[in-house]
């Protein structure tokens, strides 16, 4: 079972970049799938969440930023990050489980190799 996340990149302040996490050795349709993101010296934290059905969560501090979709078809997840800011330069995971907390990055047991995103000021 892989996660492969890409689509990180360096972006100015206000740009915008999709992340894409492509699921490969089982079917994931079922799952619930996140990203979460770490920066230097902080724990890693919830950002977004989407669940089989398509119902997203999101952490406060993207909401009406970002966007979370899957395409159960091609087993990936996307997160469109829209008017990005300095403070959301991290590297971006995803995840993957069957019924974790959402926001509870110990409670997934399948894990992306993250990808870098820097937001210059």
């Known amino acids: 079972v892989q996660l492969q996340a890409s689509g990180g990149g360096l972006v100015q302040a206000g740009g915008s970049l999709r992340l894409s996490c492509a699921a490969s050795?089982?079917?994931?349709?079922?799952?619930?799938m996140a990203w979460f993101r770490q920066a230097p010296g902080k724990e890693r934290e919830f950002v977004a969440a989407?669940?089989?059905?398509?119902?997203?969560s999101y952490a406060d501090s993207v909401k009406g930023r970002f966007t979370i979709s899957r395409d159960s078809a091609k087993n990936t997840v996307y997160l469109q990050m829209n008017s990005l800011k300095p403070e959301d330069t991290a590297v971006y995971y995803c995840?993957?489980?069957?019924?974790?907390?959402?926001?509870?990055?110990?409670?997934?047991?399948?894990w992306g190799q993250g990808t870098q995103v820097t937001v210059s000021s």
């Open positions: 050795g089982r079917t994931f349709s079922t799952y619930l």
């Open positions: 995840a993957a489980d069957l019924a974790p907390t959402y926001y509870s990055a110990r409670t997934y047991d399948y």
């Open positions: 989407i669940n089989w059905t398509g119902s997203p």
